[in-house]
T-cell receptor, first 108, second 113 residues
Framework: KNEVEQSPQNLTAQEGEFITINCSYS?????LHWLQQHPGGGIVSLFM???GKKKHGRLIATINIQEKHSSLHITASHPRDSAVYIC??????????FGAGTRLAVHP | NAGVTQTPKFQVLKTGQSMTLQCAQD?????MSWYRQDPGMGLRLIHY???????DQGEVPNGYNVSRSTTEDFPLRLLSAAPSQTSVYFC????????????FGPGTRLTVT
């Protein structure tokens, strides 16, 4: 069974800082998801990637399939980026296993 | 498009009561799924469906039933609520399984006393 670990669990940053959130998994996968959970509770899919890098605005996701590791970077962080960031990997046919999340707080 | 909708937003049940959490999507997605989110833990899959008439169990299916009679709707039934089922429940859908982006509903916060 695949296991997912995210680090750090909690992260505090000042506005404008560059942020990195990490996700490691134990079993080889075909693709990995990054999600954002807003303070109000809603969940939004940010990326799904199987190799290399994807960019959307100030968010960049990278994955190294050989090392079983993915990172989510936020450039020029802003208080509105404050959220819980969750990674998820396949755990069987049409099933995902989710990490516990990284709680990010960006202060002005 | 309304996307994925869930009702109710909040619910309080007494132990032993039954209820149905509703989930609907208007994107013609084949894949729909239910998750529960508990403090300090990742989302866990309860049940999922890959199309009308097809459902399967996830990681934590005990105490829950599902059915999928239409593409749009995927209700989750709690048969006899227990305090251990106190959680936030999310429904999610995609046009084709977990190999594409998922769209999540706003969640239902359930408390069982």
């Amino acid at each position: 069974k695949n296991e997912v670990e995210q680090s750090p669990q909690n992260l505090t940053a000042q506005e404008g800082e560059f942020i990195t959130i990490n996700c490691s998994y134990s079993v080889g996968i075909s693709a990995l998801h990054w999600l954002q959970q807003h303070p109000g509770g809603g969940i939004v899919s940010l990326f799904m990637l199987s190799s290399g890098k994807k960019k959307h605005g100030r968010l960049i996701a990278t994955i190294n399939i050989q090392e079983k590791h993915s990172s989510l970077h936020i450039t020029a962080s802003h208080p509105r980026d404050s959220a819980v960031y969750i990674c998820a990997v396949p755990g069987g046919y049409n099933k995902l296993i989710f990490g516990a999340g990284t709680r990010l707080a960006v202060h002005p | 498009n309304a996307g994925v909708t869930q009702t109710p937003k909040f619910q309080v049940l007494k132990t032993g009561q039954s209820m149905t959490l509703q989930c609907a999507q208007d994107m013609n997605h084949e894949y729909m799924s239910w998750y529960r989110q508990d403090p300090g833990m990742g989302l866990r899959l309860i049940h999922y469906s890959v199309g009308a008439g097809i459902t399967d169990q996830g990681e934590v299916p005990n105490g829950y039933n599902v059915s999928r009679s239409t593409t749009e709707d995927f209700p989750l039934r709690l048969l006899s609520a227990a305090p251990s089922q106190t959680s936030v429940y999310f429904c999610a859908s995609s046009y084709s399984g977990t190999g594409v982006l998922l769209y999540f509903g706003p969640g239902t916060r359930l408390t069982v006393t």
